[in-house]
């Protein structure tokens, strides 16, 4: 993918994981998955507090996966970490 200006955006806004993660209703973890996997665009710089991206171009990759029917790997947030285990009996 070819890496563009911002024509589109009247400022450009730089963004981390942590605030794509809220927007997007996905982990950080799940970004930093994708941005490896795939197709996300690049980070423009990475700073001390970690990688930054221009918010239109990270919202411009995220419909363009919604109009391919993308599977963004979502999953529910957990407020109790016992939920993280499931016991399965021994004779299941």
């Known amino acids: 993918m070819t890496e563009r ?3 589109d955006c009247p400022a450009t806004r730089l963004v981390g ?3 794509i993660a ?3 209703g996905l982990s950080r973890q799940r970004i930093q998955q994708l941005r490896v996997e795939g197709d996300f665009p690049k980070p423009v710089a990475i700073l001390m507090m970690g990688r930054v991206w221009r918010e239109c171009d990270v919202q411009a990759w995220f419909e363009r996966r919604r109009h391919l029917g993308g599977v963004f790997g979502r ?3 957990r ?3 016992s939920e993280d285990f499931i016991l399965v009996p021994d004779d299941a």
Do not use: L, T
Request: aromatic letters at 6%; glycine letters at 6%; one cysteine or more.
């Open 79 to 81: 407020s109790d970490p």
């Open 22 to 24: 809220a927007w997007a």
């Open 75 to 77: 999953r529910p947030v």
């Open 17 to 19: 994981a942590g605030e």
């Open 5 to 7: 200006p911002c024509i």
